[in-house]
């Protein structure tokens, strides 16, 4: 018999794993709903003709494909067909690669029932026939937030507010959050000449953390770009500071090219929109967010306090309702990272111990009656916020200290004979080992008091 195993790429979460999982996913929620964002849910699966042909073609080769119902090669001749014909024959439904797509699909399906402008958060994992790598998984969770319906710059400075109020509230400080905007790219690409090559180029640039410079310019000569465009595509490159100034020099360089001159001005009413909340944000012109339905406004946040890629990113796409027939709907949305996220708190140690407690009292029943003692105690306290066990089984005292400590509960409540006579109760904190007595009417004063 084979040992038992899950799908590379795929984890099982423990409970304490989970506490902290729940910490971040709960951070994130209290934000979005802070903005007026509605929570929304859509299937693990999609139909691949919902998937395909949203996310490149790099993007359509990691979809996880699901087999039909059946006797699926019933009617397939298969010396007729190869793997890449063969697919479409035999499955036609796929597990969703990212939130936004299915997002998109539910606005169609269900735009007579939709106020618009829509703001909608959704939780839930998506999958990816990746490389699995470190903060890399085949299986993982997206924590999206989009604004349908509206072309407004409101949303992007929203955005940047949300971003900061969320690093803040998870206690993370180490991070760079990055803005660029599509057009923008394809106006540095016009300027070098190249805008043939616009969406290989994005690609090519879009690794620059990865390969570097020297890497990025290599790829763009192997496209077919001489010295001279890789130069110039080059020069715009880099990262700065988002501000006027910034603005200023690359009107300057961008302003007489349409695409160009649109792009900063979006940028410019973003600064404008922002306040206070646009300082640090870099403008980083090679970011390029490698999905096609990005059309302006992109996104991308970073730490730089653990080595890891983003934790979080998004944009602006205009026409991604279009492809399923309903147009001129514009759309901006952000996606947070679980499991990159979740990584950089734990190598930085940002878990707060109180929120990881799943008991914060443990009642301990010397004898079987005791048991039934403690039961109404225990639903008092619940009834009142606490979270409450009774050890199942009259056992041993040390065997149910144990168990508190494996579990890390703060306070314990030994019931047995003398106490049930007495009324008075032994109430002991596990941090400190300070014990008490005090009367069963009284516990919830005793926790209180700490």
């Known amino acids: 018999m084979s040992k038992p195993s899950i799908p590379q790429g795929t984890r099982d979460f423990s409970p304490g794993v989970m506490a902290k999982r729940k910490f971040i996913l709960s951070t994130i929620e209290s934000v979005y709903k802070s903005y007026g964002f509605m929570p929304l849910e859509t299937p693990a699966m999609e139909n691949l003709n919902t998937l395909t042909g949203k996310y490149g073609d790099e993007g359509d080769q990691l979809l996880f494909k699901i087999l039909n119902n059946g006797d699926y090669l019933k009617d397939i001749n298969l010396q007729e067909v190869s793997s890449k014909t063969l697919s479409p024959k035999i499955a036609d439904r796929g597990l969703r690669y990212d939130l936004t797509v299915p997002l998109a699909r539910y606005v169609v399906m269900n735009r007579n029932d939709i ?55 998870l206690g993370l400080q180490g991070y760079e959050l990055r803005i660029n905007h599509r057009r923008l790219l394809e106006a540095i690409c016009i300027k070098a000449g190249a805008s043939q090559h616009f969406k290989t180029i994005t690609i090519i640039i879009d690794k620059t953390d990865k390969i570097g410079a020297d890497g990025v310019a290599r790829e763009l000569g192997e496209l077919g770009l001489d010295q001279n465009a890789i130069a110039t595509l080059s020069q715009f490159l ?50 390029a967010r490698g999905l096609d339905y990005y059309t302006g406004c992109i996104f991308e946040a970073v730490p730089t306090s653990v080595k890891m890629g983003s934790i979080s990113g998004g944009g602006r796409y205009d026409d991604l309702t279009g492809v399923f027939g309903l147009k001129d709907i514009s759309g901006i949305g952000i996606s947070f990272g679980i499991d990159r996220l979740f990584d950089v708190m734990e190598e930085l140690q940002l878990f707060p111990p109180a929120g990881m407690l799943f008991t914060d009292l443990l009642f301990c029943p010397m004898d079987e009656t005791a048991i039934a003692y403690c039961i109404p105690l225990a639903d008092q306290l619940r009834q009142n916020g606490f979270k409450v066990e009774i050890y199942p089984s009259a056992t041993k005292l040390k065997k149910q200290l144990d168990y508190a400590n494996n579990k890390g509960i703060s306070w314990v409540v030994v019931v047995g004979e003398d106490e049930m006579q007495s009324g008075l109760l032994s109430v002991k904190n596990m941090q400190s080992g300070q014990q008490t007595k005090t009367e069963s009417t009284k516990i919830q004063e005793v926790l209180q008091s700490v």
């Open 238 to 287: 880099t990262k700065s500071e988002l501000n006027t100034s910034t603005l200023n020099m690359l009107e300057a360089n961008l302003g007489d090219i349409p695409e160009g001159k649109k792009a900063i001005d979006d940028l410019r009413k973003v600064i404008e929109l922002s306040g206070s909340a646009i300082a640090n944000v870099a403008l980083d012109c090679s970011l």
């Open 115 to 169: 106020a618009f402008p829509f703001k909608r958060y959704q939780m839930q994992p998506v999958w990816r026939a990746d490389r699995p790598q470190k903060g890399r998984y085949r299986e993982f969770w997206q924590c999206d937030a989009d604004v349908l319906g509206t072309d407004s710059l409101i949303c992007e400075a929203d955005f940047i507010r949300i971003y900061k109020d969320v690093f803040a509230r």
